[in-house]
């Protein structure tokens, strides 16, 4: 079993910067990759950035150059950098923790971006 909480999110201005942590406790050395996604209201679900074992990254286009996905491996914590923030940006994040057999999800955090 792994747990994920994440925190960091809030209200901030367009152009504006926040940070999310996802704190991984459990069985974290099963963990392949950890992936921050995003839900706008009424929207599905989308991958936002990925960070995997290995550290290799990828994002989606709609946020390269402007956040970053990096990781403290002593906390088990991956964060998610955003910067320049824009008002679809606005949406509830997920921390996700793929393992071999099963896929873990956070309760999420809401993220508002105010023009």
């Known amino acids: 079993q792994v747990q994920l909480v994440e925190s960091g999110g809030g209200l901030v201005q367009a152009g504006g910067s926040l940070r999310l942590s996802c704190a991984a406790s459990g069985s974290t050395r099963r963990i392949n990759a950890i992936g921050w996604y995003r839900q706008p209201a009424g929207k599905q679900r989308e991958l936002v950035a990925v960070?995997?074992?290995?550290?290799?990254?990828d994002y989606a286009d709609s946020v390269k150059g402007r956040f970053s996905i990096s990781r403290d491996n002593a906390e088990n914590t991956v964060f998610l950098q955003m910067n320049s923030l824009k008002v679809e940006d606005t949406a509830v994040y997920y921390c996700?923790?793929?393992?071999?057999?099963?896929?873990?999800w956070g309760q999420g955090t809401q993220v508002t971006v105010s023009s």
């Open positions: 996700n923790a793929d393992t071999t057999f099963l896929t873990y």
């Open positions: 960070i995997r074992s290995a550290g290799t990254t």
